[in-house]
């Protein structure tokens, strides 16, 4: 596609269940982040894939917290046993290669009632 | 640690005016920054970026400033429109590294 494609636009949940965030990054970029943004916060780095590199997961706030990415395109970030803290705007972005300008997605608005 | 920061989260401007957004980073090891645009529902839109080579650089009604001496970032908008209104992340990232640390934003409102 022509942008970082993310679903779902929004997500609610109830505290405890599990949810699957999916990343569609801009064709033919090798890079790929997942940040989290809270309300009225900055962008919080979660995990960064290179490649065929091992990710970065120095950002993933806790053990609950997921990533993969599949044939070195698609991404998942999973959350299990959410918590209310967990509600925030997930972002995806890719880049055509590490150290270049990022292109971020529309986001996954994620509310843990 | 690393941090950056804005001055002002919020600024409001009459439509017409210049605008400028300030930044402020810590980092000296930071030689990459870069600027986004947020609108209501939406992720972050590239505006400008910059590398520490250079201490300004312009684009369509927008320049970007760089004060390496005090560690400080600035975008300028110039004939501010109502579509400007958005929130402004500046975002800074060091030699070798992947990550771009993001400041908490700053609010532009045009006023009519």
């Known amino acids: 596609g022509a942008g970082v494609s993310q679903s779902p636009s929004n997500k609610v949940t109830e505290k405890g269940k599990d949810v699957e965030l999916r990343c569609d990054p801009i064709?033919?970029?090798?890079?790929l982040y997942w940040y989290r943004q809270s309300l009225g916060q900055g962008l919080e780095f979660l995990i960064y894939?290179?490649?065929?590199?091992?990710?970065?997961k120095s950002g993933l706030p806790s053990d609950r917290f997921s990533a993969e990415r599949t044939g070195g395109s698609v991404s998942t970030l999973t959350i299990q046993r959410t918590q209310q803290e967990d509600s925030a705007v997930y972002l995806c972005?890719?880049?055509?290669?590490?150290?270049?300008?990022?292109?971020f997605g529309s986001g996954t608005q994620l509310s843990v009632l | 640690g690393e941090s950056v920061g804005l001055h002002l989260p919020t600024l409001s401007v009459q439509e017409g005016d210049n605008s400028i957004i300030n930044c402020a980073y810590s980092?000296?090891?930071?030689?990459?920054f870069i600027w986004y645009k947020q609108e209501s529902g939406k992720g972050p839109q590239f505006i400008i970026d910059i590398r520490s080579n250079m201490d300004k650089r312009q684009g369509q009604r927008v320049t970007v400033l760089l004060n390496k001496t005090v560690k400080h970032l600035s975008l300028q908008i110039a004939a501010t429109q109502p579509g400007d209104s958005a929130v402004y992340f500046c975002a800074e990232r060091a030699d070798s590294s992947y990550k771009l640390i993001f400041g908490s934003g700053t609010r532009l409102l045009v006023r009519p």
């Open positions: 064709s033919g970029h090798t890079a």
């Open positions: 980092n000296s090891a930071s030689d990459y």
């Open positions: 894939f290179q490649g065929n590199s091992a990710p970065d």
């Open positions: 972005a890719s880049s055509v290669r590490t150290n270049e300008k990022l292109f």
